[in-house]
């Protein structure tokens, strides 16, 4: 079975750092990735995904993942942190189940961004 | 493009009660829609994935019982929580994706946080 591993439960930053949440994915094939972000009280809303082709992956509202395959890694990035970034994101890949395919979270990152 | 609607947004009811919620793809056909289960600070765990027409599957550990889910049409899902008790008490959300393929995304409503008194 496919799994993720969010780093970190809880990642603090000032606005205008850098944000790196981190993800590294076990799979024993070409994995569909995505990051979805969640607001207090609120359903996931999609980022970004990689499926195929560049493996740098340009999202909405600023963010950027990278696709390592050596690393099994897919790392969130976004140059200039905003106080409207703060939210939990969560990373998750595409499994095969009896029913076709579903995706699976990792546990999440909270995302705190500070004045 | 891509808005899935849920409803109720918060129910409260009492023990022994049923309720059911929603889930409508708006503005696509939903070949497929998904359940989860999130508890307060953690990740969502899948429940079940309904393709239209057919039976639910549910995921291990998951009471078929007392989560009846129907997806009747391509735009609509229901799940109904059966004699709920507190312990049920939860978040629970939906999401629909409009393909088959493992690289579509799914799509989420905005959650329906159900209390048990």
């Known amino acids: 079975a496919q799994s993720v591993t969010q780093l970190g439960s809880h990642v603090s930053v000032s606005e205008g750092a850098l944000v790196l949440l981190r993800c590294n994915y076990s799979s024993s094939v070409p994995p569909y990735l995505f990051w979805y972000v969640q607001y207090p009280n609120q359903g996931l809303q999609l980022l970004l995904k990689y499926t195929t082709g560049a493996t740098l992956v340009k999202g909405i509202n600023g963010f950027e993942a990278e696709f390592k395959k050596s690393e099994t890694s897919f790392h969130l990035t976004k140059p200039s942190a905003h106080m409207s970034d703060a939210a939990e994101y969560f990373c998750a890949v595409s499994e095969r189940n009896q029913a076709g395919t579903a995706l699976i979270f990792g546990k999440g990152t909270t995302l705190s961004v500070s004045s | 493009g891509a808005v899935v609607s849920q409803h109720p947004s918060w129910v409260i009811c009492k023990s022994g009660t049923s309720v059911k919620i929603e889930c409508r793809s708006l503005?696509?056909?939903?070949?497929?829609m998904f359940w989860y289960r999130q508890f307060p600070k953690q990740s969502l765990m899948l429940m079940a994935t309904?393709?239209?027409?057919?039976?639910?599957?549910?995921e291990q550990g998951v009471e078929k019982d007392k989560f009846l889910i129907n997806h009747a049409s391509l735009t609509l899902s229901t799940l109904t929580v059966t004699s709920a008790h507190p312990e049920d008490s939860s978040f629970y959300i939906c999401?629909?994706?409009?393909?088959?393929?493992?690289?579509?995304?799914?799509?989420f409503g905005d959650g329906t946080r159900l209390s048990i008194l």
């Open positions: 309904s393709n239209e027409g057919s039976k639910a599957t549910y």
């Open positions: 999401s629909a994706r409009q393909g088959g393929g493992p690289n579509q995304p799914q799509h």
């Open positions: 503005d696509f056909q939903a070949t497929t």
